[in-house]
């Protein structure tokens, strides 16, 4: 992955009805990275999306795409941008092959290099050997994966995808997140979605929206430290007192859990594993289970966002 920033989105808002659906959102998206773009429903990962693609006009900010300002040159920038709103936009009457044409002829792709544009986006996304059958009657994954092709098919910089694996059956999931990444060795991709092990499973990096707010812009890897519950789970042989462990070096606080389970608490830089250890040797504790807790995605999406609603 490269640091050459292909999207750069500065500042937007855009306000429905005098309520801002996104706030003062700002990030960027580097050759190479997949993002992910998270958030509970409403919280403004479409209006975000649309304005990216320049199918909306924010009220403020600016967005380049690759160096190209999206307000002031939309045809040069959108030629840098591949598309797949929620609901694919398929003339589904047409065969793939005549779908995808039309679509290498909205994309102003040269006539002469039509049929390699649409050959190389079905052969991408597998469809070469579906290529004359009607798009009505192929299956949802199928379908999904023809609106991909179209999302890709004049090899943009930035491919955009909202919602992906929406309505597919966890066969298509599968299968739809394979092409993605694949996807991703020759495209930066945003990528929209409320499945939260989807963004762990594809995305180099995390944005999480609510309420229109940027709450959280990292790397999965940071958002895996947040994961940390800095907890850990003990289990002894026979009963032991609180107290005793609340003496060992580092150990903040103590939950008993029954007599013979605790949870320790501890702070992040001082983590009590090896002075537990070396005490419950020598003191002859007989432990049988040390675990540090984690906490699921989940639990740290619903903290982050729930830090926010309660500072509102
Ligand atoms: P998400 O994609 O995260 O579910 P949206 O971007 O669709 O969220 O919506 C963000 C907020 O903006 C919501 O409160 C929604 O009701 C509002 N909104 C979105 N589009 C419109 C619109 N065209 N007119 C009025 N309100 C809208």
Known sequence: MSNKVLLEATQLSRYFG???AVDDVSFSVNQGEVVGFLGPNGAGKSTTMRMLTGNLAPDYGEITINGIDLLDKPGLAKAQIGYLPETPPLYKELTVTEFLRFCARLNQIESRQQQTAVDTAMARCGLTEVAHRLIANLSKGFQQ???IAQAI???????I???PTSGLDPIQIREIRQLIREIADEHSVILSTHILPEVQMLCDRVQIISQGQL???DTIDQLSLQMQAHTLLVEFEQPLAADFLKQVEGVSSVETINLQRHRLHYRPDNNPTQALLSRA???NWRLTTLMPERRSLEEVFMKIIQKEEADV
């Open 215 to 217: 709450l959280f812009n």
């Open 145 to 147: 994966r023809v609106g």
């Open 281 to 283: 040797v020598s003191d």
């Open 161 to 163: 995808l909202d919602e």
């Open 153 to 159: 098919i004049h090899s943009p910089s930035v491919v």
């Open 18 to 20: 005098g309520k801002a």
